[in-house]
């Protein structure tokens, strides 16, 4: 009998994730009920919330241990008890850590025909709507003002760096380690990257950004969010995207310093979003300006694969470390013929 490779969280991580968080299992294959489909995972999303949601309920619900971790993926439709969705259709679909799962058809979306698959998961999936939203509609990037960007080499960061270089920003990043950074100047095209692990980030910004910072695009909090906001310029926008510096401490919702003093004194402009709030003409002219300028060559998609549902564990974990460079996702399945 066919079986179904499972990850399960085994127990709630107190401070740093790891691999020993997690166990497999050998499911049985899922049987779809009436209304439902049956689903074979092919890219699984792997997300710095990912260890958010371990943490309880946050814009979803949490995962509890005991659970299949949780986690958004391309998959392919094989069995269909639902009129509206036919067997072969791919789809976006919350179907976690498995090789397997039923979902309700009204649950899973149709991807849109664009090649490789991967793309939907980066620069036309939540990676790069994250930065066209945040940077673009949230924070209203301007040409000639300078751009400050955590997490510079990650998924949702390094396309943010890339658009403002395209809108005719100053931009400048920061990123874990110096060969990280190096890239990020060198292929990404930003024009400074600050070393946050080694170097000053107040001390190093006010030597690449001498008048201060317009747009500060925040994916980490903590220390760089402390820093960013001590640069901002007055009418300065901090378009909060999330908190990375957080999310792997068991000590998440710290604080900086400064709000609302600051927000005030400096008429700066601080506001949060969560992508899937997007409208559905805005998703749609992202998509269509982000699949062209890729196209185009004026964006490049940086993606970070790796071979093997079993992997998974290890690729969140390297992830939280700052292992990745672009849009890291896990290959569960071949694409369907
Ligand atoms: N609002 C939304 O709708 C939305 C949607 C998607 C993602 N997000 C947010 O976007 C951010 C990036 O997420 P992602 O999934 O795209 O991951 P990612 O940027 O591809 O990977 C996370 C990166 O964070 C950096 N990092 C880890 N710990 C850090 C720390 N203590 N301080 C500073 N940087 C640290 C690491 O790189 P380095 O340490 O080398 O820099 C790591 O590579 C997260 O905050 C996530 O929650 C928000």
């Known amino acids: 009998m066919a079986t179904n490779l499972q990850i399960v969280l085994k127990q709630k991580p107190e401070g740093k994730l790891s691999e020993r968080h997690f166990e497999q299992r050998?499911?049985?294959?899922?049987?779809?009920?009436?209304?439902?489909?049956?689903?074979?995972?092919?890219?699984?999303?792997?997300?710095?919330?990912?260890?958010?949601?371990m943490e309880g309920a946050t814009y979803r619900q949490g995962v509890a241990p005991g659970d299949v971790m949780h986690?958004?993926?391309?998959?392919?439709?094989?069995?269909?008890?639902?009129?509206?969705?036919?067997?072969?259709?791919?789809?976006?679909?919350?179907?976690?850590?498995?090789?397997?799962?039923?979902?309700?058809?009204t649950?899973?979306?149709?991807?849109?025909?664009?090649?490789?698959?991967?793309?939907?998961?980066?620069?036309?999936?939540?990676?790069?709507?994250?930065?066209?939203?945040?940077?673009?509609?949230?924070?209203?990037?301007?040409?000639g003002e300078t751009l400050f960007v955590s997490a510079a080499a990650g998924s949702v960061g390094s396309v943010v760096g890339q658009i403002g270089k395209l809108k005719g920003a100053r931009v400048v990043g920061t990123?874990?380690?110096?060969?990280?950074?190096?890239?990020?100047?060198?292929?990404?095209?930003?024009?400074?990257?600050?070393?946050?692990?080694?170097?000053?980030?107040?001390?190093?910004?006010?030597?690449?950004?001498?008048?201060?910072?317009?747009?500060?695009?925040?994916?980490?909090?903590?220390?760089?969010?402390?820093?960013?906001?001590?640069?901002?310029?007055?009418?300065?926008?901090?378009?909060?995207?999330?908190?990375?510096?957080?999310y792997d401490t068991g000590q998440p919702m710290r604080g900086v310093v400064g709000i609302p003093g600051l927000l005030v004194v400096r008429r700066l402009r601080m506001e949060d979003?969560?992508?899937?709030?997007?409208?559905?003409?805005?998703?749609?002219?992202?998509e269509r300006d982000l699949s062209n300028w890729a196209k185009e060559g004026k964006i490049k998609v940086i993606e970070d694969v790796i071979d093997g549902l079993e992997n998974a564990p290890r690729g969140l974990v390297g992830l939280l470390a700052g292992e990745n460079r672009g849009k890291r996702m896990i290959r569960v399945g071949p694409d369907p013929e």
């Open 273 to 286: 979003f969560i992508v899937l709030d997007l409208d559905a003409e805005r998703q749609a002219q992202a």
């Open 26 to 53: 050998d499911g049985a294959l899922p049987v779809p009920k009436d209304g439902e489909v049956l689903l074979r995972t092919l890219l699984l999303s792997l997300d710095a919330a990912n260890r958010a949601w």
């Open 107 to 143: 649950d899973v979306s149709p991807c849109p025909d664009v090649k490789p698959l991967s793309h939907l998961h980066s620069i036309v999936g939540i990676a790069g709507k994250t930065a066209y939203h945040g940077l673009i509609y949230v924070a209203g990037i301007e040409p």
């Open 175 to 246: 990123a874990g380690s110096t060969d990280k950074c190096q890239w990020v100047v060198d292929e990404l095209g930003f024009d400074g990257c600050i070393n946050y692990k080694e170097e000053n980030v107040g001390e190093k910004l006010a030597e690449l950004c001498p008048d201060g910072v317009d747009v500060y695009f925040d994916n980490t909090g903590g220390p760089i969010l402390q820093a960013a906001l001590l640069a901002m310029k007055q009418r300065g926008r901090i378009a909060c995207c999330g908190a990375v510096s957080d």
């Open 71 to 105: 986690g958004y993926a391309i998959c392919e439709v094989l069995e269909s008890k639902a009129d509206t969705i036919r067997p072969g259709t791919v789809v976006f679909a919350e179907a976690g850590w498995q090789q397997f799962a039923t979902a309700a058809a």
